[in-house]
């Protein structure tokens, strides 16, 4: 809150305007003002005049400095929102691969949006209220002291004094269950933006599978649970308002009884009991508020816990300047695991720059782990890699993957035009750049025809363009970005043989005087290879070039031939 903190003080100073003026004021009016007028039969005009013009003026105080403090207060919070949820954003483009297979986009859909929301609603009543009330208290019960020591009858006083701690029962009751009621709703509303953003992003699957019926009921369920969570949030929060009222009513009635033993005269008793619910007007809304802030707090939990999630992947203190890498890479004694189960063990292997390595196995052999090792999207658990002989982890990661071009089975495009999802290979590019790589990656021709030509925008995730077109604009992005390692993991698995003919011969340009890890299944573009590395349960069991793997190794040999067949 520091860079708004002269804002937030005058919105404070306002807050406590407001409370004098009210708490003061009004029994002021009610008590000294009108009784001057209804009292007296002699009063002199301009005297008339000042008398009736003081509810004016107690009203404009009240009305600018509630204006002031409301106005500031909503300024405050809003920064607050703004700051807070583009750090949770940050945070997000920061954490590591590993955060994501735990938590789901939902969940953290909702931290960013839900969350933070609460928390400012929470904070903007916590500075409207904080000062306002209790001043109102003060003023309100400054006003009903100096009444009964005037009518020397201090037993009001005591009815209103003993009430007050009866409140404070109910206020903390509530607010303690508020807060864990209001975890539970927030991340029931994690659920179902969960439960959306699923479901938006396989709306194919769910037609082709006819699954309409079971989505709907998930996605019912999830709302009902989530109907049921809010309104238990609701009634510990409605519930508050009629037990504070029912105490100050009691207080009231008290009033009234003493008030008809001892003859008090109308206009005493108004002003007083008028007084008596100023008293308890602030102390019904800072239970409101103290039940609002634990709602705020649940928010503020769960964004806390966001924030402080250890980013175990990121530049080190003292980086290495790398320079120009060449893409000479070892790895030594690598072990790695996601969860429990250990994926990869004990690799040792180098790599030499410019050479192409194919990785083959059988599928779940540790293959797309052992390439997704080399940019750091996870840490290895034992072992060390180095490029060019520099640890990548003494790295800086831009240095790390500004040196590294990844094209996979399934490239994600932005919804964005053509041309700034090729750009993203290399944003300093220009344009002759940028339609040369479309050129080399055989993408040119389609994009031609598209009917904004480079500026068609491509749809969420790419959805207006086939597979195969997709993929040229990933290779095009690899040979705008033009980078010394290239790793191609399944790149062609998905495509038609038309569009796979035209991607085989882009790969050819693109892989030249590269270190190129590729991770195929179609023989035909493994045995060009320099060199096979031989995947199988997360060990790499054999390296060589094709005819010597087939001629030694019974798995390759059945890989071979399983396929050819
Ligand atoms: N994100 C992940 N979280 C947990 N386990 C994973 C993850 N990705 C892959 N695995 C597991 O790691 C093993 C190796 O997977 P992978 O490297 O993708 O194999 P390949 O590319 O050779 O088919 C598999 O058993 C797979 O189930
Ligand atoms: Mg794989």
Not at 241 to 250: G, S, Y
Not at 389 to 404: A, E, K, P, V
Not at 497 to 509: G, H, V
Request: proline share 4%.
């Amino acid at each position: 809150m520091r860079p708004v903190l002269p804002q937030f003080i005058l919105a404070v100073i306002a807050g406590i305007f407001y409370g004098i003026s009210t708490g003061l004021g009004i029994p002021t009016v009610v008590k000294w003002i009108y009784p001057k007028i209804f009292d007296n039969d002699t009063i002199q005009l301009s005297t008339l005049i000042l008398i009736c013009t003081i509810p004016t003026l107690i009203a404009i105080i009240r009305g600018l400095s509630s204006f002031t403090n409301s106005y500031l207060v909503g300024y405050c919070g809003q920064f607050l929102l703004c700051k807070l949820s583009i750090r949770v954003f940050e945070k997000i483009q920061n954490l590591p691969l590993a955060f994501f297979n735990k938590n789901r986009p939902g969940e953290l859909i909702a931290r960013a949006t839900s969350d933070t929301g609460l928390l400012q609603t929470s904070l903007v009543e916590f500075a409207q209220e904080i000062l306002k009330q209790p001043t109102t208290l003060i003023g309100a019960a400054a006003s009903l002291t100096y009444l009964c020591i005037e009518r020397s009858d201090i037993a009001f006083l005591l009815i209103f004094i003993l009430a007050i701690p009866i409140c404070i029962v109910p206020i903390r009751f509530t607010g303690k269950k508020l807060r864990s009621k209001a975890w539970k709703m927030q991340h029931q509303i994690g659920e179902l933006t969960q439960n959306l953003t699923q479901n938006l992003g396989a709306v194919r699957e769910i037609r082709a599978f006819c699954l309409e019926n079971r989505e709907l009921k998930r996605y019912s369920d999830t709302f009902e649970e989530f109907s049921r969570r809010f309104l238990k949030v609701i009634k510990y929060n409605v519930i508050l308002t009629p037990m504070i009222e029912v105490v100050a009513a009691f207080g009231v009635g008290m009033a009234l009884f003493y008030a008809f033993q001892n003859r008090i005269p109308a206009d005493d008793f108004i002003a007083t009991v008028i007084t008596l619910y100023l008293c308890y007007e602030p102390i019904k809304k800072l239970g409101r508020l103290h039940n609002k802030v634990h709602e705020g707090l649940a928010g503020l939990e769960r964004i806390e816990t966001l924030l402080n999630e250890p980013i175990d992947i990121q530049d080190p203190e003292n980086p290495v300047d790398v320079g120009t890498l060449q893409g000479n890479i070892t790895f030594t004694d690598i072990s790695f695991a996601y969860e429990a189960t250990p994926v990869l063990h004990g690799v040792n292997e180098s790599l030499q720059a410019g050479k192409t390595y194919a990785l083959v196995g059988p599928s779940g052999a540790g293959k797309t782990t052992f390439a997704n090792l080399i940019p750091r999207f996870y840490e290895a658990c034992t072992g060390d890699i180095t490029i060019d002989g520099i640890n990548i982890r003494s790295m800086r990661l831009h240095d790390l993957r500004h040196h590294i071009s990844i094209v996979s089975q399934d490239p994600v495009l932005f919804n964005d035009t053509v041309y700034n999802n090729i750009l993203v290979g290399n944003p300093d590019a220009d344009k002759a750049e940028v339609l040369n790589a479309a050129k080399n990656a055989y993408a040119d021709r389609f994009i031609e025809e598209l009917e904004d030509g480079y500026e068609t925008m491509v749809g969420e995730r790419g959805t207006r363009l086939s597979g195969g077109q997709k993929q040229r604009i990933a290779i095009a992005r690899a040979f705008l970005k033009n980078a010394p390692i290239l790793i191609l993991d399944e790149a062609t698995s998905a495509l038609d043989a038309n569009s796979e003919r035209f991607i085989q011969q882009a790969l050819e340009t693109l892989i030249r005087n590269k270190t190129v890890i590729l991770i195929a299944h179609r023989f035909s573009s493994i045995k060009h290879a320099d060199e096979i590395l031989l995947f199988d349960k997360g060990k790499i069991i054999d390296r060589g070039p094709h005819e010597v793997l087939f001629a030694n190794s019974e798995l390759y040999q059945s890989l071979y031939k399983n396929q050819v067949q």
